[in-house]
């Protein structure tokens, strides 16, 4: 009967623990929003617009060197079988 009890003692203590570690990972995230809100964004958005400026240029170009490729092929593939 000891040994029952003893090991329901143990499942208790682990998850007191568990509960315990969840509770402080909780207040840690809850901390750190509350300091990323009182930080001034202005910033962070002004380069975030121009990383996505820049992002959707190069993604442009990138589509028109990739079609301009396809046109090439079609074209070497059209001149071969003529």
């Known amino acids: 009967m000891s040994r029952l009890t003893i090991k329901h003692g143990r499942e208790l203590l682990l998850q007191s623990r568990s509960k315990v570690v969840a509770a402080l ?3 840690t995230a809850f901390v750190a929003v509350q300091a990323q809100a ?8 002004t ?3 121009g990383a996505q400026t820049t992002g959707e ?3 442009g170009y990138v589509i ?9 092929g079609l ?7 003529a």
């Open 25 to 27: 990972a909780a207040s």
């Open 38 to 45: 009182a930080l001034d964004t202005t910033a962070v958005q």
């Open 47 to 49: 380069s975030l617009t």
């Open 57 to 59: 240029t190069v993604g």
């Open 64 to 72: 028109a060197l990739v079609a301009g490729l396809v046109v090439v």
């Open 75 to 81: 074209v070497i593939g059209l001149i071969k079988k």
